[in-house]
T-cell receptor, first 113, second 114 residues
Framework: EPEVTQTPSHQVTQMGQEVILRCVPI?????FYWYRQILGQKVEFLVS????????KSEIFDDQFSVERPDGSNFTLKIRSTKLEDSAMYFC???????????FGAGTRLSVL | AQSVTQLGSHVSVSEGALVLLRCNYS??????LFWYVQYPNQGLQLLLK??????LVKGINGFEAEFKKSETSFHLTKPSAHMSDAAEYFC????????????FGKGTRLSVIA
């Protein structure tokens, strides 16, 4: 069964450093999402992406964040200068023709020290 | 604005007992509602969805949920718990148009006792 793949599974970084979280969505999907879950809190929407541009973003997705689909398969989330409060589990998701089903990756745990 | 509230951050049941995980929603428009499950070290997997068809929705692994507009609820049930059901369960809502993002509840951890 096709799946969304996220790498790395765990990323440790120093405060102020840039990180790039990588996702490979399901191959024929067209809509992509990033969510995050701070420990003990809700899964929160960050951004959605379609046709090589952002379709919707939340208040969390400020200028420190950016997304890109650099080639036909990868979908990346970049945090330009990480803060302690960026420590969270980051989930990538994609949808295909059935927009009611978002397929999630296993997540990347980001630890900012 | 839309939101969901999951009552109980942790539910513990005996193997073979009824599983009931509660979810109430708030939505200014007719909602689409979802239950996702997360097993350890895995992603979120869709259990079932309500998209304005039948109010009783059957999902995978024997789970079902009933949409009750009068109670603004979408509780998840399973008649008989199995050890393999131990996981984190998330209720989510989204607007019923376009590819809109999911709004999640805080999750309920289900433990199954032998």
């Amino acid at each position: 069964e096709p799946e969304v793949t996220q790498t790395p599974s765990h990323q440790v970084t120093q405060m102020g450093q840039e990180v790039i979280l990588r996702c490979v969505p399901i191959s024929n999907h067209l809509y992509f999402y990033w969510y995050r879950q701070i420990l003990g809190q809700k899964v929160e929407f960050l951004v959605s992406f379609y046709n090589n541009e952002i379709s919707e973003k939340s208040e969390i997705f400020d200028d420190q964040f950016s997304v890109e689909r650099p080639d036909g398969s990868n979908f990346t989330l970049k945090i330009r200068s990480t803060k302690l409060e960026d420590s969270a589990m980051y989930f990538c998701a994609s949808t295909g023709t059935d927009k009611n089903i978002q397929y999630f990756g296993a997540g990347t745990r980001l630890s900012v020290l | 604005a839309q939101s969901v509230t999951q009552l109980g951050s942790h539910v513990s049941v005996s193997e073979g007992a009824l599983v009931l995980l509660r979810c109430n929603y708030s939505s200014s428009v007719p909602p689409y509602l979802f239950w996702y499950v997360q097993y350890p070290n895995q992603g979120l997997q869709l259990l079932l969805k309500y998209t304005s068809a039948a109010t009783l929705v059957k999902g995978i692994n024997g789970f079902e949920a009933e949409f009750k507009k009068s109670e603004t609820s979408f509780h998840l049930t399973k008649p008989s718990a199995h050890m393999s059901d131990a996981a984190e369960y998330f209720c989510a809502v989204r607007r019923n148009s376009g590819n809109t993002p999911l709004v999640f509840g805080k999750g309920t951890r289900l433990s199954v006792i032998a």
